[in-house]
């Protein structure tokens, strides 16, 4: 039983992980067009997440957390537009390294990550109350 319970724990942990991922793919969805103002500053940075196993030692389970925020440090795009605020001397602007189509394929994959966090706690919770039942 301690088993199953261990498994909840282990998928709102993932649950949890693929949470803050989505937050992160938001924000960089939300600044796909967020260009600088003003000479010499910079485009909106793309930010990436990564994920790391860590032992909880109170249950003696590998749960899922953030092991760092971070920036992508991709070149950024340029588009030639001499009227912009923000245009080089040659008429350039920089662009965020934000790329829409990659964003939308991460959400996707972390979507479905957290639904099948959620499928194992269903799951779980179905065994644990057929567990309990059977000891009645």
Do not use: C, W
């Amino acid at each position: 039983m301690v088993e199953i319970v261990n498994s909840l724990y282990i998928a709102a942990s993932g649950m949890k992980a693929q949470s803050d991922r989505l937050r992160i793919i938001s924000q960089n969805i939300a600044n796909v067009d967020s260009e600088p103002t003003q000479p010499g500053e910079l485009p909106y940075r793309r930010k990436i997440i990564s994920f790391r196993n860590e032992l909880d030692k109170t249950m003696g389970v590998e749960l899922v957390k953030v092991s760092r925020y971070d920036t992508d440090k991709s070149e950024f795009g340029k588009r030639y537009d001499p009227g912009h605020p923000a245009a080089d001397e040659k008429g350039y602007v920089q662009t965020p390294n934000v790329n829409s189509m990659i964003e939308l394929v991460d959400m996707k994959e972390a979507r479905r990550a957290y639904e099948a966090n959620v499928d194992v706690i269903e799951v779980s919770k179905e065994m644990l109350s057929q567990t309990v039942n059977m000891l009645r």
